[in-house]
């Protein structure tokens, strides 16, 4: 039974999301389409790649998430040295060891460039600060004068990735200006994109997994984010949360799994095993109550849509779940 999946951005939190789409893969459901923003750009792009969701819980469960972190040379001066590498390179951390990890996750699939994504389609939004453009990869790369089959997924990603100030920038050459752009965390412009699959008449349903943090709609919460740095971050996912979360609730509940993150902060690098798998189980409970009942017909409906006149599902698939399935 073929579907879409689009996963929310939200850093540590993100093996919440993975919790859900165990849930999805063991009604049976498998990915005709993924996308993602930000840490659910990683998401996106692993399953993409071919793992599955009990895979993925094992990786992300055996991930040291500091590892991210390195210290350099920067890190090394008390006080002012993570403002000093920020403004030299601006960003705190440079992203790469995220990079060569996800490199080397992709590679055990054998995917290194979105050229050797044969089965499932991959979308990854990221924000070009200098253009001043949403980017959507590997769409838009060649409007900037590269090849998209021969462009690094785990790239992509890390470009997604990039938490303004938090991680460097990626500076990408485009091509048309003769410059290089800036390339920042997709969240700045869209941290769920769950529109970016959207058809008149759509031959399978799409499914939205996002990160359902309920203090986040609480005044007075200043004292839970001490420190320059954690405020800045709250500010940020804050600023990238307003907007979907309102067409969320106003247009897309039939079809977005919103996963309780139990008060798990995004700066919470340093997640024990019991705290992952708690929220991965949370992803769980939220899955197995959003499939309760839900019908392919029920979700056209809600969504003013139409069934594809066109479906031609191939000699092993079949229609999207029905009641009672």
């Known amino acids: 039974m073929w579907a879409d999946a689009v996963f929310e951005g939200g850093g540590v939190k993100g093996i919440g999301l993975v919790g859900a789409l165990t849930v999805a893969e063991k009604k049976g459901y498998k990915w005709k389409n993924v996308a993602g923003t930000s840490a659910g750009s990683m998401i996106a792009s692993l399953t993409a790649a071919g793992y599955t969701a009990e895979e993925l819980y094992r990786l992300l469960l055996d991930l040291d998430f500091t590892s991210f972190l390195p210290k350099t040379m920067y890190h090394r001066i008390p006080y002012v040295g993570p403002a000093l590498r920020m403004w030299i390179k601006k960003g705190i951390y440079s992203g790469d060891a995220l990079e060569h990890w996800l490199e080397c996750r992709l590679a055990e699939k054998g995917v290194r460039t979105f050229g050797d994504l044969q089965d499932v389609g991959l979308k990854i939004i990221a924000s070009d600060i200098t253009q001043k453009m949403l980017m959507i990869l590997p769409d838009d790369l060649a409007s900037y004068g590269h090849d998209p089959a021969t462009f690094s997924v785990a790239k992509a990603v890390r470009m997604s990735c990039s938490i303004p100030f938090f991680f460097d920038p990626v500076m990408l050459y485009h091509a048309p200006s003769g410059k290089y752009s800036c390339i920042v965390d997709g969240g700045v412009l869209s941290n769920f994109p769950i529109w970016i699959f959207d058809s008149d008449c759509p031959r399978w349903p799409t499914f939205g997994f996002d990160l359902n943090n309920p203090t986040k709609e609480k005044k007075g919460s200043v004292a839970e984010v001490p420190g320059p740095l954690n405020m800045f971050l709250s500010l940020f996912y804050t600023m990238m949360d307003a907007y979907d979360n309102r067409y969320i609730r106003s247009k897309d509940q039939i079809r977005t799994i919103s996963v309780p993150t139990l008060g798990v902060k995004i700066t919470d690098f340093s997640l024990s095993k019991d705290k992952k798998d708690t929220l991965y189980q949370s992803g769980v409970r939220a ?24 479906i031609n599902f191939g000699k092993n698939d079949e229609p999207p779940l029905q009641k009672g399935s």
Do not use: I, N
């Open 287 to 310: 899955g197995e109550a959003f499939f309760e009942g839900w019908t392919f017909d029920s979700y056209l409906q809600a969504r003013g849509k139409s069934r594809s006149t066109q």
